[in-house]
């Protein structure tokens, strides 16, 4: 018995068989393939598959150990990860250097600097050492990478008019306090650790596209005017509105504002207005006219009701009640101050007061905005441009979750603002891989799973080194064809 190989102009089989009466007999045929890689590992299977019918068909005077013909995997590491983020960071024209690995590697795996430097190696093949890494974070440039995401998100949607402003707070794995690193409010409630403030700017679809950060101590309103003043003097806008909640709110932000001819959509506090204010705010029927809107000096105060905002208020006011009561009846202590106890000498609870609960029954199910006079924009438009602020606290929410962006064991001020800028990268590129993995109803944790199987690497059968490549199911190659399209 021997092989046979047999070349056409597409392809090159191999067969199995035998002469006999000087005709070839044919016995298996084995298969055929077109590539090279393909042909060389079919002949290693042919020949082994040879072996192996002739073994089988002698009697030996002495057993032979069979030679093993398994392939042995020499290398492997993952791909698909750079062809789907590395494609989005390149997409969005992030500079072409090791920042692109720093990004896919902190999307899909975001540990510590230590861990980074392991995956790289163990699992996409990218050897860096952990020096190189610090060395290179150390010349990021914030305002160029900044610039550059501005540019990306602006031509998507034709330029940039309606943004979203927030605050949140990052801490740190130390007690130690430094000139950036101070203990303030922290939205994490961890006032026991120093922290720093972080502010982005979001577009209307929840691109990021700028950021900034504060010193740990300061109040988020103060951080307001500062962002914007920084953001008109980087852009032109031809028109703008801003849209922030209540903790912006301060007649110096909204002042400001308004000497820049700048639009803006603010929660307003309804609870804390004027008492003529007020008393038009709550005699104001809603059931029959869910929208109220009142004048004031510079501004438009509009008040929206909502049946299930109304429903919610009152759950979450009967829940602390309860807690309350049952506190009170226990005699266990109310460690915070609450709006619904009643108290002697500012010192002493006494009960809880129903004047409270009942005055704070009036608002149930409404929420104010704070809108400028030269906003002519509707009620319905007013409210909806507001409800998108949400935008901005799941951009917060991938960040802290999804990039780890916190807590922060960086000691250095520069690394801490390293590992800042690397996160707002990462979460630009996350948010745009989101959204094209969206059209086909992939989420980034299910991407990062499929990706993680699709690779390439080196073989070995018997003396022969080849290339191998993963074999994709659909969902890899769904993935995989949404942004090779683009």
């Known amino acids: 018995m021997f092989v046979r190989r047999i070349k056409s102009r597409k392809s090159t089989c191999f067969q199995i068989g035998e002469k006999k009466y000087g005709k070839f007999k044919l016995i298996k045929h084995v298969g055929c393939a077109s590539t090279t890689v393909e042909i060389e590992a079919l002949q290693v299977k042919a020949n082994q598959e040879l072996q192996e019918m002739i073994l089988k068909n002698q009697l030996l005077l002495f057993p032979e150990i069979k030679k093993s013909f398994k392939a042995k995997l020499l290398n492997w590491h993952i791909t698909g990860y750079h062809l789907v983020f590395g494609f989005v960071y390149d997409l969005i024209r992030f500079p072409d250097n090791m920042l692109r690995d720093l990004v896919v590697a902190r999307i899909v795996h975001p540990k510590s600097k230590d861990a980074t430097v392991r995956f790289l190696k163990n699992y996409l093949g990218i050897i860096l050492s952990k020096d190189k890494i610090y060395r290179f974070l150390d010349t990021l440039d914030k305002n160029k990478l900044i610039e550059i995401a501005y540019e990306f998100v602006s031509l998507k949607n034709s330029g940039v008019s309606l943004i979203f402003y927030d605050v949140t707070t990052l801490h740190f794995e130390t007690e130690k306090e430094d000139e950036f690193r101070k203990k303030g409010f922290s939205k994490d409630h961890r006032g026991d650790m120093p922290q720093v ?275 994709l199911n659909q969902d890899s190659k769904n993935i995989l064809k949404l942004f090779s399209g683009h």
């Open 197 to 471: 403030l972080i502010g982005l700017f979001v577009d209307f679809e929840g691109y990021p596209f700028d950021f900034d950060y504060f010193t740990g101590n300061t109040f988020e309103g103060h951080t307001f005017r500062t962002s914007v003043e920084k953001l008109i003097k980087k852009y032109q806008f031809d028109s703008l509105t801003v849209v922030a909640d209540a903790g912006m709110l301060s007649e110096d932000n909204l002042a400001y504002l308004e000497t820049k001819k700048i639009n803006y959509i603010v929660g307003a506090r309804l609870k804390n207005t004027k008492e003529e204010i007020l008393k038009q705010i709550i005699d104001h029927n809603y059931r029959v006219e869910s929208i109220n809107e009142i004048e004031l000096d510079a501004q438009r105060l509009i008040i929206e009701y909502s049946e299930d905002r109304a429903k919610k208020d009152m759950k979450n006011r009967e829940k602390i009640i309860d807690t309350l009561k049952k506190k009170l009846e226990t005699g266990k202590p109310v460690v915070h101050k609450n709006k619904f106890l009643a108290w002697k000498n500012n010192d002493k609870i006494t009960s809880i007061d129903d004047k409270k609960i009942e005055e704070d029954k009036q608002f149930d199910g409404l929420k104010g905005y704070i809108v400028n006079k030269g906003n002519q924009s509707n009620f319905k438009e007013i409210i909806n441009q507001y409800h998108n602020l949400w935008k901005v606290e799941k951009a917060f929410r991938m960040s802290k979750n999804d990039l780890k962006e916190r807590p922060i064991y960086h000691q250095e001020i520069k690394r801490i603002q390293s590992h800042l800028i690397l996160c707002f990268v990462s979460l630009l590129v996350m948010k745009e891989a989101e959204k094209i993995l969206n059209t086909k109803k992939y989420t980034i944790e299910r991407a990062i799973e499929f990706l993680g199987k699709v690779g390439e690497g080196e073989i070995r059968i018997g003396n022969t080194k080849m290339p191998l490549e993963s074999e």
